[in-house]
Structures are given as structure tokens and as C-alpha cells.
């Protein structure tokens, strides 16, 4: 087997850099390598209107399985707000019908990487794919030279006997009983009688407690008088990086080249990564395919320098901030101007945005923060 690009991982990086590449470069002979039975797992990403700029939509719109285009809510003790930005999100079986349909048979799934040099790489059967060029988007790395927060969830999708009222989705609401740090509940309504509901903390510890998490969502969805069927389960623990050392995390002699959550492209306080994988699918798609493991280590580090601000933030959430006092800070920030949430969103903070979020009173003791922003330890 040859080819000019082989992409190793069908995840959300490795599908989306192969749309744009069958759309914008369809002379390049690509393959995406997948290990499981599908492109994208078992998995659903949500992302607002503001992260994705209209002109890059094309990317990411043939995945879009529901869209509520009347806004979101939050919900913070004694303060809620609807924000109009639409919000939508992508179901893996959408994403992976839609990439087999455009790519065909140079779609491998159940195709296991074992092996992965600069020029080839060699699956667990044996068999050898040759390439002009080779890009990792396997997904979860090795994240020992980050410093790291959590953000942790368990979420089920219940179909309930009636009704649940909900129009919109909820990002947050943290309305809830603060446990294990910053907690609060995520909903989506995917049709009058369905709901996802996601029990999340932003936590020290990446442990997660599925039965008790659980427990609390069935508490939630009784308080609502919501009864139901289970129909999905899903749960994440996603690194918040507040520090770390970049050339640890991705040594400059690494021979190979990179996207996704293995180059570190995702939003240092949220986790999430789909902003950052359209832009790097379609910068990629935009050059040539020589030097790629130089050339992708210099974008993600370039994004990491961006990142400094976010991780900064990090640093003041889970250094400065009592737990159970943490929501506050996403309360405070939950009153700033909707473009500026939108901007943080993205990882597009400009500069006057990221005084905006600093200035005021602070919801956490200046010594603390102080002390966190200053201490070795935690950058
Ligand atoms: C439950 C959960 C929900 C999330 N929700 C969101 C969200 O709503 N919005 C958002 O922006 N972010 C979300 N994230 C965070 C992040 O965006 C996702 O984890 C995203 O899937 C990362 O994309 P990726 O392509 O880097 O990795 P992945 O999507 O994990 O893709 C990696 C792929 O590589 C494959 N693979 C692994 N090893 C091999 C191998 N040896 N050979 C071949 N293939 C291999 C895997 O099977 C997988 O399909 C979520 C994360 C989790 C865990």
C-alpha cells in the first residue's frame, strides 16, 4: 500500500485534516489509519457558533447532527444568562458515514498502527502502508511534562416518558451542590423528550467516581421529575494544563509529525480541541507536505506560546481558588460581553479581552493568587 499522506488516527484531528485535504488537495493520494470498527469512536463533540470562523464552517458542517441556533444558558447561584451564540454538535456515526462516503476505500478502520516511522507505517497484521509523508493523530499522549487540572464528567443521555422542558442547551449549570472543586451540570436537549445530562468538575484529581457521579445525575434528573431510559453513556477526563515544559512535552529531535491532542492543540482551560483542529487542517491543507514533523512541531508551539494566557488562568482556578469557591470565578466571568466568552472559547482572547478578565475585583484572595502566579511549582 502507498500513498502521498497517511493520517494514523480517525479521531476528530486525523478526520477533519482528511475532509480538508479530499476537498482542497484531492491530487494528494491520502490514507486515514484507523484502529477501531469506525472514524471518530463512539464519541460527540459540541462547539458554539464563535469557534469555528464562518469562512472555515464548510469543514465542519456535513458532521453536524443537531444544532440549536436560539443561544445556551447558564446558571450560577443568584445569577443566570442566555447567550444567543448558537451552539451544535457532531455525533461519530455522522462523522464517520460522511468520511467513508468521501474517502472510500482510503478509509482503514480496524487498522491498527504498531509501528510509525517518518516514511511508513506498519500495522499490527504486518501490513506496511508506504508515504510520502506521515502525521500521529493518535489521540491521547503522555502528558507527564504537563502541569495539569481536571476537567472530569460522566454524562447520560436519558429518553424520558414526558416532556423535559428544556429548550436550550445549559453549558453550565452550577447551581448544584459544589463537590470534588468546580461542579456543575451540562444539558442538551436533542428532541422534546430526550436529554443529555453531564456531570462535570473541574478537579486536582483526575479520579473519577463513576457510580457516585451517577448517583448524582439521577438525583438531578428526579429533582426535575425527568424518568426515563438510559440510551448513552459517556465520560472524559480532560487535562486543564495551567504549566509545563512544551520541548519535554514534544522533543524537537521527534522524527514524526503530529495533530490533534498529541501535538498539545487544545484549549489549555477547557480541554476541548475542535477550534484548533480546523485551523490546523486547514493550515496544513494550505502547504506543502515536505518537513511536516518540523513544520507541525513549530505551529503547536506557536500555539502554546498563545496559550500562555489560558494557562495562566489555569494557574489561578486551581492555585489560587478554594475549592469549593471556584465557581465564582466562572460566575464573574459569565458577566463579561458575549463576544469576549466567545473569544475565550476559541482560544482567540485579544488583549484587551484578557485585561477585561483579570481586571475588577477578583473572585479568588489577591495573596492567593499572587502566591500561584508567582510559585515555580506550578508553571
Ligand atoms: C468524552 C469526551 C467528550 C469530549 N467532548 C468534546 C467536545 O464536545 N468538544 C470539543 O472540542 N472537545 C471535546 N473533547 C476533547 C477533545 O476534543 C476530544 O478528545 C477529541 O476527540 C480529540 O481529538 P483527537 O483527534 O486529537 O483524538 P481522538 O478523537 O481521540 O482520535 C484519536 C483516534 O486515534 C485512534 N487510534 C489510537 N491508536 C491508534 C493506532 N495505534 N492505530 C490507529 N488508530 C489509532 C483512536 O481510535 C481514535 O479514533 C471531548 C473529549 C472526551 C473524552
Same mark, same amino acid.
Given at each position: 500500500?502507498?500513498?502521498?499522506?497517511?493520517?494514523?488516527?480517525?479521531?476528530?484531528?486525523?478526520?477533519?485534516?482528511?475532509?480538508?485535504?479530499?476537498?482542497?488537495?484531492?491530487?494528494?493520494?491520502?490514507?486515514?489509519?484507523?484502529?477501531?470498527?469506525?472514524?471518530?469512536?463512539?464519541?460527540?463533540?459540541?462547539?458554539?457558533?464563535?469557534?469555528?470562523?464562518?469562512?472555515?464552517?464548510?469543514?465542519?458542517?456535513?458532521?453536524?447532527?443537531?444544532?440549536?441556533?436560539?443561544?445556551?444558558?447558564?446558571?450560577?447561584?443568584?445569577?443566570?444568562?442566555?447567550?444567543?451564540?448558537?451552539?451544535?454538535?457532531?455525533?461519530?456515526?455522522?462523522? *464517520?458515514?460522511?468520511?467513508?462516503?468521501?474517502?472510500?476505500?482510503?478509509?482503514?478502520?480496524?487498522?491498527?498502527?504498531?509501528?510509525?516511522?517518518?516514511?511508513?507505517?506498519?500495522?499490527?497484521?504486518?501490513?506496511?502502508?508506504?508515504?510520502?509523508?506521515?502525521?500521529?493523530?493518535?489521540?491521547?499522549?503522555?502528558?507527564?511534562?504537563?502541569?495539569?487540572?481536571?476537567?472530569?464528567?460522566?454524562?447520560?443521555?436519558?429518553?424520558?416518558?414526558?416532556?423535559?422542558?428544556?429548550?436550550?442547551?445549559?453549558?453550565?449549570?452550577?447551581?448544584?451542590?459544589?463537590?470534588?472543586?468546580?461542579?456543575?451540570?451540562?444539558?442538551?436537549?436533542?428532541?422534546?423528550?430526550?436529554?443529555?445530562?453531564?456531570?462535570?468538575?473541574?478537579?486536582?484529581?483526575?479520579?473519577?467516581?463513576?457510580?457516585?457521579?451517577?448517583?448524582?445525575?439521577?438525583?438531578?434528573?428526579?429533582?426535575?421529575?425527568?424518568?426515563?431510559?438510559?440510551? *448513552?453513556?459517556?465520560?472524559?477526563?480532560?487535562?486543564?494544563?495551567?504549566?509545563?515544559?512544551?520541548?519535554?512535552?514534544?522533543?524537537?529531535?521527534?522524527?514524526?509529525?503530529?495533530?490533534?491532542?498529541?501535538?498539545?492543540?487544545?484549549?489549555?482551560?477547557?480541554?476541548?480541541?475542535?477550534?484548533?483542529?480546523?485551523?490546523?487542517?486547514?493550515?496544513?491543507?494550505?502547504?506543502?507536505?515536505?518537513?511536516?514533523?518540523?513544520?507541525?512541531?513549530? *505551529?503547536?508551539?506557536?500555539?502554546?506560546?498563545?496559550?500562555?494566557?489560558?494557562?495562566?488562568?489555569?494557574?489561578?482556578?486551581?492555585?489560587?481558588?478554594?475549592?469549593?469557591?471556584?465557581?465564582?470565578?466562572?460566575?464573574?466571568?459569565?458577566?463579561?460581553?458575549?463576544?469576549?466568552?466567545?473569544?475565550?472559547?476559541?482560544?482567540?482572547?485579544?488583549?484587551?479581552?484578557?485585561?477585561?478578565?483579570?481586571?475588577?475585583?477578583?473572585?479568588?484572595?489577591?495573596?492567593?493568587?499572587?502566591?500561584?502566579?508567582?510559585?515555580?511549582?506550578?508553571?
Amino acid at each position: 500500500m502507498e500513498c502521498d499522506l497517511a493520517i494514523v488516527g480517525g479521531g476528530l484531528a486525523g478526520g477533519l485534516l482528511a475532509h480538508a485535504f479530499a476537498v482542497l488537495r484531492p491530487e494528494v493520494r491520502l490514507m486515514l489509519i484507523e484502529s477501531g470498527p469506525q472514524a471518530g469512536g463512539n464519541h460527540l463533540w459540541s462547539f458554539f457558533d464563535g469557534d469555528v470562523a464562518d469562512s472555515d464552517r464548510w469543514l465542519v458542517d456535513p458532521f453536524i447532527t443537531h444544532r440549536w441556533p436560539q443561544g445556551h444558558d447558564v446558571r450560577f447561584p443568584g445569577f443566570e444568562r442566555t447567550l444567543d451564540c448558537g451552539y451544535q454538535s457532531i455525533e461519530s456515526g455522522r462523522f *464517520h458515514a460522511t468520511l467513508a462516503a468521501l474517502l472510500g476505500p482510503r478509509l482503514l478502520t480496524g487498522a491498527s498502527a504498531a509501528v510509525i516511522a517518518p516514511d511508513q507505517v506498519t500495522l499490527a497484521d504486518g501490513r506496511v502502508i508506504r508515504a510520502g509523508a506521515v502525521i500521529d493523530a493518535r489521540g491521547a499522549v503522555d502528558l507527564s511534562a504537563l502541569r495539569c487540572g481536571w476537567q472530569k464528567f460522566v454524562g447520560h443521555s436519558l429518553h424520558l416518558d414526558a416532556p423535559h422542558g428544556v429548550d436550550r442547551p445549559v453549558i453550565m449549570d452550577a447551581t448544584v451542590d459544589q463537590v470534588d472543586g468546580y461542579r456543575f451540570v451540562y444539558l442538551l436537549p436533542r428532541d422534546d423528550r430526550t436529554i443529555f445530562i453531564e456531570d462535570t468538575y473541574y478537579s486536582d484529581t483526575p479520579d473519577l467516581d463513576v457510580p457516585a457521579i451517577a448517583a448524582r445525575i439521577a438525583a438531578y434528573a428526579a429533582a426535575r421529575g425527568w424518568d426515563g431510559t438510559i440510551v *448513552h453513556r459517556e465520560q472524559g477526563v480532560l487535562p486543564v494544563v495551567h504549566g509545563g515544559a512544551f520541548d519535554r512535552f514534544w522533543p524537537a529531535d521527534d522524527p514524526i509529525a503530529r495533530a490533534g491532542v498529541r501535538a498539545g492543540l487544545f484549549q489549555p482551560m477547557t480541554g476541548y480541541s475542535l477550534p484548533d483542529a480546523v485551523r490546523f487542517a486547514l493550515w496544513l491543507a494550505g502547504r506543502p507536505l515536505d518537513d511536516l514533523p518540523a513544520a507541525t512541531r513549530a *505551529h503547536a508551539r506557536t500555539c502554546w506560546r498563545h496559550g500562555g494566557y489560558y494557562r495562566l488562568l489555569g494557574r489561578m482556578l486551581f492555585g489560587a481558588a478554594r475549592p469549593p469557591l471556584r465557581w465564582r470565578i466562572f460566575a464573574r466571568f459569565y458577566r463579561l460581553p458575549a463576544p469576549l466568552i466567545q473569544r475565550f472559547y476559541s482560544g482567540r482572547s485579544t488583549i484587551v479581552d484578557r485585561i477585561r478578565i483579570l481586571c475588577g475585583r477578583p473572585p479568588v484572595p489577591i495573596r492567593s493568587a499572587m502566591r500561584a502566579l508567582l510559585d515555580p511549582s506550578f508553571r
